[in-house]
T-cell receptor, first 118, second 114 residues
Framework: GAVVSQHPSRVICKSGTSVKIECRSL??????MFWYRQFPKQSLMLMAT?????????EQGVEKDKFLINHASLTLSTLTVTSAHPEDSSFYIC??????????????FGDGTRLSIL | GESVGLHLPTLSVQEGDNSIINCAYS??????FIWYKQESGKGPQFIID?????DKRQGQRVTVLLNKTVKHLSLQIAATQPGDSAVYFC?????????????FGTGTRLLVSP
């Protein structure tokens, strides 16, 4: 159980292109999804927290107009990198957490999207 | 500021040995801790979690120990196998963030030799 699917796994595109990444919870409903960015040999950096039906909460320094997040259903969140440039190249990972009253639950992660902007 | 850090960036062990990966955290309000395993090119995989009202929890071949007095967390892997080779992250969250956000440690690479 607790499977999170992330697509695509790899994207290579030209500078200026907008790229959409999907994150789906396959066997549970995720009231909260999270988007991370990871540079080589580094830890995960939280970019934003996405709550179903409401606006995402962005971490300090993350441009909300650059990284558009939509969480329209309990099983799907999308991250769109708008007008991507080479400095946006990175490994983007989503996670999802099932809500259970009075109980903290772990985040379950997708397998990430390797984004390369030429 | 808040941080979760690791003492050992790389741990090399022989197959069959027991491995211990350590993690220190600084937020005394931390209430929930998780260990994740990340293989190359993949997302982190949940291993085991522990809540602050416990000091030990066991899973299959893994044990997590929590010492709140010194703000220390460890992951013990019994009979380490080559398939255990990966980067291991500890993570915590706390009442300060409404138990929403995870704070990740810097990671320890575990190398298991056959």
């Amino acid at each position: 159980g607790a499977v999170v699917s992330q697509h695509p796994s790899r994207v290579i595109c030209k500078s200026g292109t907008s790229v959409k990444i999907e994150c789906r919870s396959l066997d549970f409903q995720a009231t909260t999804m999270f988007w991370y960015r990871q540079f080589p040999k580094q830890s995960l950096m939280l970019m934003a927290t996405s709550n179903e039906g409401s606006k995402a909460t962005y971490e300090q320094g993350v441009e909300k107009d650059k990284f558009l997040i939509n969480h329209a259903s309990l099983t799907l969140s999308t991250l769109t990198v708008t007008s991507a440039h080479p400095e946006d190249s990175s490994f983007y990972i989503c996670s999802a957490r099932e809500f259970r009253a009075y109980s903290n639950q772990p985040q379950h992660f997708g397998d990430g999207t390797r984004l390369s902007i030429l | 500021g808040e941080s979760v850090g690791l003492h050992l960036p790389t741990l090399s062990v022989q197959e069959g040995d027991n491995s211990i990966i350590n993690c220190a955290y600084s937020n005394s309000a931390s209430d929930y801790f998780i260990w994740y395993k990340q293989e190359s090119g993949k997302g982190p995989q949940f291993i085991i979690d522990i809540r602050s009202n416990m000091d030990k929890r066991q899973g299959q071949r893994v044990t997590v120990l929590l010492n709140k007095t010194v703000k220390h967390l460890s992951l013990q892997i019994a009979a380490t196998q080559p398939g255990d080779s990966a980067v291991y992250f500890c993570a915590e969250n706390s009442m300060n963030t409404g138990f929403q956000k995870l704070v990740f440690g810097t990671g320890t690479r575990l190398l298991v030799s056959p």
